[in-house]
C-alpha cells in the first residue's frame, strides 16, 4: 500500500499538514473543554435551529443524558485530535470528526432567518468553519495520509513482516 509514490512530496506534506492542523482544532477544542469543570454544551444544544433542533434540546433536557454527552463530547474530540495528528488510526477518526461536525451543523445551521443566542463568528450563508471543515476531513477520507506518514504507516510495514 505505497500510494505515496502516487504523490509529489509537496502534495504529502500539505495533505499531511491539513490532517495535523485539523487534528490540533479537535485535540485544543477537547481539552479546553476538558480543563473548565463548569463547561457543558446545554447552552449549545438548547441554542440549537433548524429540522433537527428537538434532538439537540432532548439531549439537553436530561441532566444524566447530557452528562454522557458532555463525556462523549470531550472525549470524541480529544481522540480524534490525538488519531489526526500522530496519523493513528486516522480513517477512524476523520469519520469520527466527520460525525461530530455534521452535529454540530446542523444544531447551528447558517441558514437565512435562524437567529442564535450563542454569539458567532460571522454572518455566514450556509458555508461555515463547520462545514468547510467537514469537507477537509471528507478530502482526507479519501487521501489517507495516516498511512502514508504517521503511526498507521508503522503498524501497516509493521503487519507487512
Known sequence: MNNSLNYSKSQLYLLTALRVVIGWHFLYEGLVKLANPDWSSIGFL??????????????????????????????????????LILGSFTRLATIGGIILLAFYYLSHPPFIGLKYVLPMEGSYLVVNKNLIELVALCVLLVFPTGHMLGFDRLNYLIRKR
Not at 454527552?69 to 485530535?81: E, P, R
Open 46 to 83: 438548547l441554542d440549537s435551529q433548524g429540522v433537527f433542533s428537538g434532538l439537540f434540546y432532548s439531549l439537553a433536557s436530561n441532566p444524566d443524558v447530557l452528562k454522557v454527552v458532555d463525556t462523549l463530547n470531550i472525549a470524541g474530540l480529544t481522540m480524534i485530535g490525538l488519531g
